[in-house]
Nanobody, 119 residues
C-alpha cells in the first residue's frame, strides 16, 4: 500500500521560512518523479514544483521561483520543499504526489499539510 505523508506545515509570518517533508512508503521511490501541489481556499489545486527521480531536474511555477527549492533523498524515500520569503498568497494546503517514471499522471497523493502565512 502506497503512502505519502506530508509534514512541516504550520503558521509563519510573511518573510519567514518553512520546510515541508513528504515520506513515501510502499513504492520503489527512485522509480517516481515527485511533485508538490497546493490548494488555497476557493481555488483550484495548482502545481508548485517537481523533481525527477534522480534529483537532476527540477521545475517550478513562476510564482515560487527563487523562493522555493525542491529536493529529494532517495535513501530516506523523502522529498522536501524548502520555502523561503513566504508571502500571504502562499497560504494553502500543500500536497506531495508521486509520478511513476515522470509520466505526468501523479498516481499517488498525500493527505496534505496546511501552510498559513500571516501578513
Amino acid at each position: 500500500q502506497v503512502q505519502l505523508v506530508e509534514s512541516g506545515g504550520g503558521l509563519v509570518q510573511a518573510g519567514g521560512s518553512l520546510r515541508l517533508s513528504c515520506a513515501a512508503s510502499g513504492l520503489t521511490f527512485s522509480n517516481y518523479a515527485m511533485g508538490w501541489f497546493r490548494q488555497a481556499p476557493g481555488k483550484e489545486r495548482e502545481f508548485v514544483a517537481a523533481i525527477s527521480w534522480s534529483g537532476g531536474n527540477t521545475e517550478y511555477v513562476d510564482s515560487v521561483k527563487g523562493r522555493f527549492t525542491i529536493s529529494r533523498d532517495n535513501f530516506k524515500n523523502t522529498v522536501y520543499l524548502q520555502m523561503n520569503s513566504l508571502k500571504p498568497e502562499d497560504t494553502a494546503v500543500y500536497y506531495c504526489a508521486a509520478d511513476f517514471h515522470g509520466g505526468g499522471r501523479y498516481e499517488h497523493w498525500g493527505q496534505g499539510t496546511q501552510v498559513t502565512v500571516s501578513s
